[in-house]
């Protein structure tokens, strides 16, 4: 199986998921927080989706 398309899939949904977290504890979209943990969970979607295409 292609490793690419997982791989931007994880990469999207990890990223969006991690810039909505901030706005739990009331930060802004666009706040520091939210871009770090953005690009926390855009790593690990694409380390989930390389994972998922070589499983």
Do not use: E, H
Not at 16 to 32: D, H, N, R, V
């Amino acid at each position: 199986m292609n490793a690419k398309p997982l791989i931007y899939l994880g990469l999207f949904i990890g990223s969006t998921i991690g810039s909505f977290i901030p706005s739990l504890w009331g930060a802004g979209y666009l706040s520091m927080s939210s871009i770090l943990l953005s690009m926390f969970g855009g790593m690990i979607g694409m380390w989930l989706g390389y994972k998922l295409a070589t499983y």
